[in-house]
């Protein structure tokens, strides 16, 4: 049933949650999991910020920043993968509009389900601008679930 399965993954506590479901699913059901972030200056901010020596509040991320913080979004969800035992597992860092390339992987890779946290790292923007997951339960073609 879920065979291939995309967790999007933003740095938020929701997203780990997510990450934990949707290889969960890919075990019960043999299949592969994808783990996608979209890195972007906002989310990198949290995450450098969490990081020893970097006040986001000062100053902006460079490129360089944004791709070690995105990084390191995706080996913390390699982490629990492992600490969970699954090895059938991908990670896919793209750039661009976080939904839309959610999107356009899980077409190329014919995904069956997507897996995103319901609210990430977007806080008020969501409510103006339509967060990420709302996006994507609108526009995919296969399954999607949100987990709280």
């Known amino acids: 049933m879920f065979r291939q399965i995309i967790v999007g993954l933003d740095g938020s506590e929701k997203a780990r949650k997510g990450a934990h479901v949707g290889i969960d699913l890919a075990r019960y059901y043999s299949g592969q999991v994808t783990l996608i972030h979209v890195p972007h200056a906002e989310t990198a901010a949290f995450v450098l910020d969490s990081m020893a020596g970097y006040h986001s509040g000062l100053t902006s991320p460079t490129f360089d920043e944004i791709e070690r913080a995105g990084q390191k979004v995706l080996d913390e969800a390699l982490i629990i993968a492992a600490d969970m035992g699954f090895e059938r597992i991908k990670t896919h860092m793209p750039h661009g509009d976080a939904a839309t390339e959610i999107l356009l992987h899980a077409d190329e890779i014919g995904a069956d389900l997507i ?27 296969c399954a999607c679930l949100s987990v709280i």
Do not use: D, E, F, M
């Open 115 to 141: 897996v995103t946290g319901r609210r990430g790292l977007s806080g008020i923007s969501s409510l103006v601008l339509g967060s990420t997951t709302h996006r994507i339960s609108h526009l995919a073609k």
